[in-house]
């Protein structure tokens, strides 16, 4: 039996997101995926918002995402734009880029970090004791006629395998919420006849056409005159849907991709049992419409991936895994209800029309605007630290600072997933010393204005604790009350120097 500290189930971005995380803190870790490559059968999720590209910039990573999608405000709810050009952020966009091609950027990142997939297999049950979990593997598709399964033995196992999460079932977890309303059909092939492209709307949703980068391919999105689900479609189901939409099937061929969804939405009661932890579509599903999932699965693996790794290099005890359901379930619940509104909103009979317009001229004020779009883009998340200056518990900004090592952004400081002492006034008075060797003092001085989205301009404290997630821990006032708790609370008892 192979060993090793975290098992992951699921490549995704999702799990290969925790997996990078982890092994930035040098945890052994392992993902076991179901498919024998990276490949992805359609284009799936098409982009990132705005939180999401600040994460992956806190990384050093999100070049190699922009130099492969297109800038554009994709923001929106239910098809009302939201433009965030305005916020105080680097990344005030959104990024279209396709699942596909993130998936594959994660995974170079991945293997750059030495981490190991188990392609080709399934995680198809576990056992759980005091001491880890013993993952139980078996072969699929081509690799079904091999030998027995391989065994795992992890300490955590992290379930990362979607809305039919193994992993959650076997766990026993909960996975309540409401049933289907609408049913979607996507495909992806090529057409005969020119299609319509754009949207077009009636009383059963919202219907969309799109040309795919290679030319002549399209994107097709059906939404079904009767709420179906489990069963695989059919060729004949899509060329069936675009006779009812449009009149016409436009002679669709070739088709390379072809699924159903459903604006189901539920979420995991728990997203922790003992060793199993759940993250992304595993935790959490819903519509796709505000392009949220995908988002919210990055960024539950940069909430859990630091503090996981604390727990199992002995850094911290093992409360610390609390903080996750604490932080992120609140915010997964979220994005259920918004995504709900958004479905009943995208209906196109004339009560919802009218609510639409309604709507879509308040979101054209500036204060509804920017609480909805810091919203939807991820920039407003506020983890509940206690009270105290506005910063605590929200994203830091990415501040130009002057350091001893000279000029430096605050999210470099954060590219191995450290946390960051960050001394904006008298230098040194700050000591730190039994947590030196796990948090970085930075001495800097920053010019700048503070501003946080929606919040505005906020007063600039003196130092700020950040988190190796992004967010602030402590804020100080001139001395270091609360520091040595703050410290202890995310980063473990102090050490003897």
């Given amino acids: 039996m192979t060993n090793h500290a975290v098992v992951i189930a699921g490549g995704g971005p999702t799990g290969l997101m925790l997996a990078g995380e982890l092994a930035l803190s040098r945890v052994d870790v392992a993902i076991v995926e179901r498919r024998v490559s990276q490949d992805l059968a359609g284009s799936r999720a098409g982009g990132l918002l705005s939180r999401t590209i600040e994460v992956l910039d806190q990384r050093g990573i999100a070049d190699r995402f922009l130099s492969q999608g297109k800038i554009m405000q994709v923001g929106s709810l239910a098809t009302i734009p939201l433009d965030i050009s305005d916020f105080p952020t680097r990344h005030n966009y959104g990024l279209a880029l396709w699942q596909s091609h993130i998936e594959r950027i994660l995974a170079a990142w991945v293997e750059e970090l030495g981490v190991p997939i188990y392609r080709g297999r399934d995680v198809t049950g576990f056992v759980q004791d005091d001491t880890g979990v013993d993952v139980e593997l078996s072969p ?60 077009r709307r009636d ?6 056409l799109a040309r795919l980068e290679e030319g002549k391919r399209v994107r097709v ?3 079904e005159q009767d709420v179906r689900q489990g069963d695989e479609p059919t060729l004949a189901d899509l060329r069936a849907a675009l006779v009812a939409v449009y009149g016409t099937d436009f002679g669709v061929h070739q088709v390379t991709w072809l699924s159903r969804f459903t604006d189901m939405a539920r ?38 991936g630091w503090k996981l790794a604390q727990v199992v290099n002995g850094t911290s005890p093992e409360r610390l895994l609390d903080t996750y359901q604490a932080e992120r379930h609140p915010i997964g619940a979220r994005v259920l209800k918004t995504t709900l509104a958004q479905t009943a909103l995208s209906r196109g009979d004339e009560r919802t029309n009218a609510l639409r317009e309604t709507l879509s001229e308040l979101l054209q004020m500036d204060e ?32 130009d600072l002057v350091t001893e090592s000279g000029a430096r952004r605050v999210f470099t400081l954060l590219h191995h997933a450290r946390p960051v002492l960050l001394n ?26 503070w501003e946080l989205p929606v919040l505005g301009a906020v007063a600039a404290p003196p130092a700020v604790l950040i988190r190796p997630d992004g967010y602030v821990a402590w804020v100080g006032d001139g001395t270091e009350h609360g520091l040595r708790d703050a410290l202890t609370t995310w980063f473990g008892a102090p050490t003897a120097p």
């Fill in 140 to 199: 699929v598709g081509d690799l079904a006629a091999a030998p027995e399964g391989r065994s795992l033995r992890a300490e955590y196992l992290v379930g990362c395998d979607g809305g039919r999460s193994v992993v959650r079932k076997n766990a026993g977890i909960e996975f309540p919420g409401w049933d289907p309303s609408l049913s979607y059909l996507i495909a992806e092939g090529e057409m005969t006849d020119e299609p319509e492209l754009g949207l």
């Fill in 203 to 208: 009383e059963k949703g919202v219907h969309g």
């Fill in 221 to 223: 999105v059906l939404n």
């Fill in 267 to 304: 979420q995991a009661a728990s997203y922790r049992e003992r060793r199993v932890l759940l993250a992304g579509d595993a935790a959490h599903v819903h519509s796709p419409v505000g392009g949220q999932g995908l988002n919210i699965g990055v960024q539950d693996a940069v909430n859990l």
């Fill in 368 to 399: 509804p605007r920017k609480r909805y779009a810091a919203m939807m883009s991820g920039l407003d998340i506020h983890y509940d630290l206690g009270a105290g200056h506005p910063l605590l518990g929200r994203r830091m900004p990415d501040l």
């Fill in 424 to 449: 904006l006034g008298e230098p040194r008075a700050l000591d730190i010393t039994p947590w030196a060797h796990r948090v970085q003092r930075i001495e800097a001085r920053c010019d700048g204005a």
